[in-house]
């Protein structure tokens, strides 16, 4: 069965920066769209970022736009989160996903998303 597997979380200072890492079995990565999602507590799931098969196109919520940047290495089967500028408005569980079937991802609802990730904490102080 496909595993997705998050690493990387922390707890950082505001300004700080971490990489989340997610680590992929039985799941070709670059084959299909992936995404970041976060939930902090009492919130939605909200979508993070998101990176097409082939890693050729990229989406960002507004609120994370220029300071993360999700990538994908296709050799180590593995899509990556940069976060700069963290603020403690970043704190929450984050979570990778995958579609299956979508070359292209065409939003970042979860619903669309047919794999996770058991999910990783992202704590930011001030």
């Known amino acids: 069965q496909v595993q997705l597997v998050e690493s990387g979380g922390g707890s950082v200072e505001a300004g700080g920066s971490l990489r989340l890492s997610c680590a992929a079995s039985?799941?070709?990565?670059?084959?299909?769209?992936m995404g970041w999602f976060r939930q902090a507590p009492g919130k939605e799931r909200e979508g993070v970022a998101s990176?097409?098969?082939?890693?050729?196109?990229?989406y960002y919520a507004n609120d994370v736009k220029g300071r993360f940047t999700i990538s994908q290495d296709n050799a180590r089967n593995t899509m990556y989160l940069q976060m700069d500028s963290l603020k403690p408005e970043d704190t929450a569980m984050y979570y990778c996903?995958?579609?299956?079937?979508?070359?292209?991802?065409?939003?970042?609802?979860?619903?669309?998303?047919?794999?996770w990730g058991q999910g990783t904490q992202v704590t930011v102080s001030s």
């Open positions: 996903a995958a579609r299956q079937w979508s070359y292209y991802c065409a939003g970042l609802n979860p619903r669309d998303f047919t794999y």
């Open positions: 039985r799941y070709t990565v670059g084959r299909d769209c």
């Open positions: 990176i097409s098969g082939g890693g050729g196109s990229t």
